[in-house]
């Protein structure tokens, strides 16, 4: 019904190229989240989507056809800003239904699909007065359901949530996931924040400089990250990486870390003796308890969160993350022992990249 | 008195020690203008501080025109107020969609149009004067009252666009956006948008270019020669030349003349400073 | 073709719209609007601005008219006059704007009031009023004469006969007019001064001058300095008040570069008025040149 697909899309500044041949599709239905740091083009790439920027090169197709001579109003599309953009003169029952106004279409089913949209958001108590009045949570609301009202093909939200404050995040973050398992519209939402991706999307494109890193389902990406920069994006605390040399004797495989530290590599390990490899554990996949394979560490910092323990360790001169359950006795200045299961490392080539497989 | 009472004291007496020389400063000819305007025919030459018998009788016959020279006052006065309500209209029209083509559609040019218009509001009016009265000569309207009116536009235009410009700019282009994406032509954005926001500066530029074509002299002088067609400003600058000049009525009419633009600016205050400072002052 | 928002490159930093193809021949209906939207105003600069400039500077085109101006003793004392009325009008009047601006920026209710009152010089027609003050001047039955004679005795001088005391009069009719914009000008640059540092400065045990030295003035020069540069221009063009108090006279002793063109365009010599304009682009255009330099971005 309403998919979205982007083939060899590109766009430039002038003379400066900022997406480079971007391609991949989005199922009818499905919530696709763009993440990547500040300058990746996410943003651009859904305001290519929108209409609001021109598309250099490629085509971006919505339901099967080429949008890119179609203009925004006609592309059957819904957009939340990140500044919400309501119309300040304008009530809340009057910036819902503003597009349908603008359609000239008939008053009473506009009053019909604003009360219903501000039935589902909860604003029904709002609706006669104005943004000016309005927290930022409701705010946010008021945008969303004016993008419902529409009742579009498509969603898209640029970073709708970076003005809120931390626990209103939340709640937010979990009111548009409930929202889209309810209405089921195919949703493109960007945002810089890694937690928000893996929370509510179905698929996850991760970027960087203009290009995907990788595409999959948030436990995909966490689990088997195509390169470092995906495995160190995605996951907080971030995984911890050493750069060393693959060791192996008779009946052990390991790496020899740069900085020091001999971290132990699993059987199913591949790379010969000698291979330069990155070496990658996650906080969560460490533990402290004595071992035979476990790694000598001095503690630096103790940061008890109540459920968890987040411990910053040094093994020679590597700083790194650990994260228990539990309160480990540890105390800033000891050495404490490290573990690392072995199902959970992960290994790229230190130049590239990449993961090795 | 106690030490703090002293030194409010004398502060309050520092500051009025400005305050009253302003004030006599600021109000002196507009009280004598008041004075002559009160007074009986004959009475205000005599140098008095305030008529023995002050009356309103000047103003009535100016009102009845009985005087040579207030023949057309009532002429005169309506085209004073056309003038500067058309002025008003047309300035207010062309600035509020030239803003809005260079602020919010970013046509091409725009920046190059509005730096002219800049160009024009710099350079002084009474500079543009006698070429003006060529222009207008070779145009075929001289004497006619559209002359002033454009006149007046063009002199009021640029200025005008810089204003709502600058207000236009304050408005996050997001709104443009979001008003695209729920489907908005070009014209509906302007109608149901912007203008609706844009009203408070509005108000002050279309004030500002009333009051500029109320107050002009040189050019309603140097265009419109005939008495009928002529403003009410030019007529007073006319009553100079005589020697038997009635000056008790000429006091009159001039307090007439200088009553609405003072009644004009008060009313819109708020719009006006907030709009002429903004330009000037630099955040 | 997908339309298109050009973006403010100044407002986000990295957003630039790609320049229109060269396929594109249609227009966006944004783009068309633009034109016309825009239209009319580049019609009237065109029709009332481009035509009389060209046309003025095209009458002003023969040396010889040069010439017979710096010949007219009369054009001599026009510039002498011109330079007078700036340099004193100005400073004198930037000066008190500057410490009046201190004055108005208090709060006490009388001075709200005071500054309601104050704006009117500049908000009513020139005419009325200056034709009073001329009406003041009177050397018979002026009030002013009147009131010197009452307290002592002498005839007060014939104000308006005397080309010195008739341009400074002039000046004090331009400074009447116009200090109360600009002081409202400086008002609003105090006001942007944040609070908190004259109490740091209090706490520091400042005294008034060195408050205004240190924090007031450091602030404000910049737009002191913009406001007199504009004022200068501004000043230039002041038709009215030479014309209404003086008309130039007496024997065309009082005359500015503004009042002169009038002059010779009623003794029919149109090329000598526009050469008048043309002298004095010399003296505008750098202040024009300066003043866009601060103000467009």
Redesign the interface.
């Known amino acids: 019904m309403a998919a979205v697909s982007f083939r060899e899309v590109e766009?430039?500044?002038?003379a400066t190229k900022v997406i480079h041949g971007i391609g991949f599709d989005i199922a009818d239905g499905e919530f696709t989240v763009l993440v990547g740091p500040s300058?990746c083009g996410k943003s651009t790439l859904l305001r290519m989507l929108?209409?609001?920027?021109?598309?250099?090169g490629g085509t971006i197709a919505i339901d099967g056809h080429v949008?890119?001579?179609?203009?925004?109003?006609d592309r059957d599309?819904?957009?939340v800003?990140?500044?919400y953009?309501?119309?300040?003169?304008m009530t809340v029952a009057d910036n819902m239904g503003?597009?349908l106004r603008?359609?000239k279409a008939d008053p009473a089913l506009t009053k019909e699909r604003v009360g219903h949209a501000a039935k589902i958001l909860n604003l029904v108590p709002y609706l006669a007065r104005y943004p000016r009045e309005l927290s930022g949570g409701q705010r946010q609301r008021v945008a969303m359901g004016?993008a419902i009202v529409?009742d579009p093909k498509v969603f898209l939200f640029d970073e709708p949530l970076s003005n809120l404050d931390a626990k209103l995040r939340v709640a937010m973050r979990a009111e548009i996931k409930a929202l889209h398992q309810r209405l089921k519209t195919t949703t493109v939402y960007v945002t810089h924040d890694q937690v928000e991706a893996m929370t509510m999307a179905d698929r996850i494109v991760v970027m960087q400089d203009g290009r995907i890193e990788q595409i999959g389902t948030p436990l995909e990406l966490y689990d088997h990250p195509a390169n470092l920069f995906v495995a160190q994006f995605i996951g907080s605390p971030a995984m911890n990486v050493v750069t060393g040399t693959i060791r192996r004797s008779a009946d052990d495989a390991w790496v020899d870390a740069d900085g020091g530290g001999r971290w132990p590599l699993g059987s199913s390990a591949s790379g010969s003796d000698g291979t330069r490899v990155a070496y990658g554990v996650r906080p969560s996949d460490l533990g402290v308890a004595a071992g035979a394979r476990s790694i000598p560490a001095e503690v630096i910092v103790v940061e008890p969160t109540g459920a968890e323990t987040e411990l910053l360790v040094r093994v020679g001169t590597n700083e790194i993350v650990v994260v228990v359950h539990g309160r480990p006795s540890a105390e800033p200045g000891a050495t404490v022992p490290l573990t690392v299961d072995p199902n959970a490392i992960h290994l790229f080539d230190p130049t590239s990249g990449q993961t090795l497989s | 008195m106690s030490r703090s009472l002293w030194r409010q004291a004398s502060s309050e007496a520092k500051l009025l020690l400005i305050g009253i020389p302003v004030a006599i400063w600021t109000l002196l000819p507009i009280y004598h203008l008041v004075l002559f305007a009160l007074s009986p025919r004959g009475q205000a030459v005599t140098g008095k501080l305030w008529p023995d018998h002050p009356t309103l009788d000047n103003f009535a016959v100016v009102f009845h025109q009985e005087h040579h020279y207030l023949l057309h006052f009532w002429k005169q006065l309506w085209n004073s107020v056309l003038i500067a309500v058309a002025a008003g209209a047309i300035t207010l029209c062309i600035a509020t969609a030239a803003a809005f083509a260079i602020s919010r559609l970013r046509v091409r040019g725009g920046r190059t149009i509005m730096n002219l218009a800049l160009f024009t509001y710099f350079i002084p009016a009474a500079f543009l004067a006698v070429p003006m009265y060529k222009t207008m000569g070779n145009y075929g309207l001289l004497n006619s009252q559209w002359a002033l009116i454009l006149a007046m536009v063009t002199i009021a235009t640029p200025y005008a666009i810089w204003v709502l410009k600058q207000a236009s700019d304050k408005l996050?282009l997001?709104?443009d956006?979001?008003?695209?994406?729920?489907?908005?032509?070009p014209l509906?954005l302007f109608r149901?948008?912007y203008l609706?926001?844009m009203l408070p500066s509005m108000v002050a530029v279309g004030t500002y270019a009333l009051l500029l074509a109320w107050n002009e002299y040189l050019y309603a002088f140097l265009l419109l020669s005939d008495d009928r067609s002529t403003t009410l400003g030019v007529a007073l600058g006319s009553f100079l030349s005589a020697d038997d000049s009635p000056w008790e009525l000429l006091m009159a009419t001039g307090l007439l003349y200088a009553l609405p633009p003072a009644a004009i600016y008060y009313a819109f205050k708020r719009y006006m400073v907030s709009g002429l400072t903004a330009g000037a002052v630099k955040s | 073709?997908?339309?298109?928002?050009a973006l403010d490159s100044a407002a986000k930093p990295?957003?630039?719209?790609?320049?229109a193809g060269p396929t594109r021949r249609k227009l966006?209906p944004w783009q068309a609007w633009g034109i016309v939207l825009i239209a009319p105003y580049v019609l009237v600069f065109a029709v009332f601005v481009l035509y009389p400039v060209a046309y003025g500077l095209w009458l002003a085109r023969h040396p010889a008219s040069y010439v017979h101006l710096f010949d007219d003793p009369v054009f001599v004392r026009t510039v002498v006059n011109t330079l007078v009325f700036l340099i004193i009008g100005i400073n004198l009047k930037m000066l008190v704007a500057l410490f009046l601006s201190g004055f108005f920026v208090r709060t006490r209710w009388w001075i709200r009031w005071l500054s309601v009152l104050f704006i009117l010089p500049w908000a009513v027609p020139s005419i009325p009023t200056i034709l009073s003050l001329r009406f003041m001047l009177n050397p018979e039955w002026g009030v002013i004469n009147t009131t010197i004679f009452r307290l002592t005795g002498a005839d007060g001088p014939n104000w308006l006969n005397n080309p010195q005391l008739a341009l400074f009069l002039a000046i004090l009719v331009h400074i009447w007019k116009s200090l109360p914009f600009w002081t409202l000008i400086l008002v609003a640059g105090r006001l942007a001064i944040p609070g908190e540092m004259y109490e740091a400065a209090s706490v520091d045990g400042a005294t008034t001058w060195q408050k205004f030295r240190f924090i007031t003035w450091p602030s404000l020069q910049t737009l002191y300095l913009t406001s007199s540069i504009l004022s200068m221009i501004w000043t230039l063009g002041d038709f009215n008040s030479v014309y209404l108090l003086t008309g130039g006279g007496p024997a065309d002793q009082t005359h500015v570069l503004a009042t002169l063109g009038l002059r010779y365009l009623r003794l029919d010599l149109v090329d000598l008025s526009m050469a008048t304009v043309v002298c004095a682009l010399p003296f505008v255009l750098p202040l024009v040149y300066f003043m866009m330099k601060r103000l467009s971005r």
């Open positions: 766009k430039s500044f002038g300058g929108a209409g609001l920027e021109e598309i250099s949008v890119n001579d179609i203009e925004s109003k599309i819904a957009m800003f990140q500044s953009a309501l119309y300040p003169h503003f597009s603008l359609r004016r529409r | 996050p997001e709104l956006e979001a008003a695209r994406i729920d489907g908005a032509t509906q149901l948008v609706p926001l | 073709m997908s339309s298109t928002l990295g957003r630039q719209s790609a320049p966006s």
